[in-house]
């Protein structure tokens, strides 16, 4: 089955600054790959994702870029604001199953 | 906020009770998910029902059992359960033919004592 590794745990960086969260995938048959949002006693909501055909997409201060070679796929925010402190998990999985296999989380805080 | 409901959204429990955890969705999706959420762990796939049937059943200990009566309901009924279970379980409910973005409910806090 898929297997799902995301870095860091946790990200402490400055407001205004960029922040990058790093997730690897197993599965060579994986094709579509969402991006999840938790807030502190929330419920994770989807922020973007990227399906296999793209290399890059972009929403406003977010991206997420994908190599397929490598297997591994990124969120970048930039500009970082108070708000967008909160656990980020990537997932992963293909086109037909509706299971999601989840990364472990990246704990972001923006220091004011 | 409210496509995806869930009650109750705390329950302390003991390892003697049996309770039931409820999720509704008023999204009109055809799949819904029961996830467990840990301190420092994925969340955790338990079960996913598609067209009400169950599809996929991530080698859960028995004392967790899913029912879906309909495709806007999702139970999971808890026995004789163990501290370990204690966990945020969280529904969440898809539409399979419109991509794959899944809409999770607010949770259930759950404490085993």
């Known amino acids: 089955g898929e297997n799902v590794e995301q870095h860091p745990s946790t990200l402490s960086v400055q407001e205004g600054d960029s922040a990058v969260i790093k997730c690897t995938y197993s599965?060579?048959?994986?094709?579509?790959f969402p991006w999840y949002k938790q807030e502190l006693g929330k419920r994770p909501q989807l922020i973007i994702d990227i399906r296999s055909n793209v290399g890059e997409k972009k929403d406003q201060r977010i991206a997420v870029t994908l190599n397929k070679t490598a297997k591994h796929f990124s969120l970048h925010i930039t500009e970082t604001q108070p708000e967008d402190s909160a656990v980020y998990f990537c997932a992963a999985t293909s086109f037909g199953n509706e299971k999601l296999t989840f990364g472990t989380g990246t704990r972001l805080t923006i220091i004011p | 906020e409210t496509g995806v409901t869930q009650t109750p959204r705390h329950l302390v429990m003991g390892m003697t009770n049996k309770k039931s955890l409820k999720c509704e969705q008023h999204?009109?999706?055809?799949?819904m998910y029961w996830y467990k959420q840990s301190a420092k762990k994925p969340l955790e796939l338990m079960f996913v029902?598609?067209?009400?049937?169950?599809?996929e059943n991530n080698s859960v200990p028995s004392r967790f059992s899913p029912e879906c009566p309909n495709s806007s309901h999702l139970f999971l009924h808890l026995h004789t359960l163990q501290p370990e279970d204690s966990a945020l379980y969280l529904c969440?409910?898809?539409?399979?033919?419109?991509?794959?973005?899944?809409?999770f409910g607010p949770g259930t806090r759950l404490t085993v004592t």
């Open positions: 999204l009109g999706h055809n799949a």
């Open positions: 599965d060579s048959a994986s094709n579509y």
């Open positions: 029902y598609s067209l009400e049937e169950r599809v």
């Open positions: 969440a409910s898809s539409q399979e033919d419109r991509g794959h973005e899944q809409y």
